[in-house]
DNA sequence: TTTATATCAGAGTAAATTACTCAGATATTT
DNA sequence: AAATATCTGAGTAATTTACTCTGATATAAA
């Protein structure tokens, strides 16, 4: 996502192309932009001279989506996965932990959806 | 650590009561307080009427320390985690998404270290 | 129209991790 | 001596992770 946020104002970039350049095999590269264009970050261009561009510019997209899209909801406990609540441990009353769990997903969340592509490959504000 | 916490003016508490209260085997509670008195969070009595008891007040042992002793450092990624920064991939300096990674592990690691047990057992702090 | 270049899609897999169990030794109280 | 605990290392089934493989479909260029 990065290396298409700095083609941004070009065509589509290709899976190959991104694959070289971050060593990457290319299938598995191709298996995480579909995840991508499912989740509307990515759009493809099919065909030679086809590859993938951004969905909408770099500073409108955070880190979080990208994660999200990829990963699943972000949380260090999947009973405090934001979606998936019900199939965890039916203890969640008298839980005790449960509470510390909660608040550090809503941290890990707010870091990264405080970030976009557009502070990424901006360097003054990678070194913070 | 928060029925050990709960019970910090008392004796020793057993494995055998912890694992009844809260309904973990008593075999695999064995296994994790081996390593948290490894970490001196906890200290053993052996022997009849023995058991664990916190090594020191529940003020003074943060919820960070707690999961460091059970699950090594805490990190989003293996290639941030402190001590282990040597075995990951070759392309420190050249990756993007590092800073990153940083940035969550440390608000992961604040988030975790600012909250007591003394916190988790006086349920006016759970709750927010 | 053909050919090359891409994405699209689903299935498969080896290795590592997780969440445990098991067996037996050692220490301490009653 | 007997009962009650912790100590220790080894073992394991299920899941997850990080991929690969095969083949179909769409589009641009020759």
């Known amino acids: 996502m990065v290396v298409l946020a700095l083609n941004f104002r070009d065509g589509p970039t290709s899976i190959r192309e991104i694959a070289q350049r971050e060593k990457i095999s290319p299938q598995y590269l191709e298996q995480i932009f579909l995840d991508l264009r499912k ?4 759009s493809s261009v099919r065909g ?3 590859g993938y561009k951004l969905a909408r510019s770099p500073s409108e997209i955070k880190i979080g989506d990208v994660v999200r899209a990829l990963e699943g909801p972000i949380a260090p406990m999947e009973c405090v996965a934001e979606g998936s609540e019900a199939s965890c441990c039916e203890r969640t009353q008298e ?5 510390v769990w909660e608040k550090l997903r809503d941290r890990m969340n707010e870091v990264l959806d405080d ?12 070194n913070n």
């Open 39 to 42: 989740a509307e970050l990515v």
């Open 48 to 50: 030679a001279r086809g």
């Open 95 to 99: 839980c005790l932990t449960r509470g």
């Open 115 to 126: 970030i976009t592509l557009e502070d990424m490959i901006s360097s003054r504000n990678i």
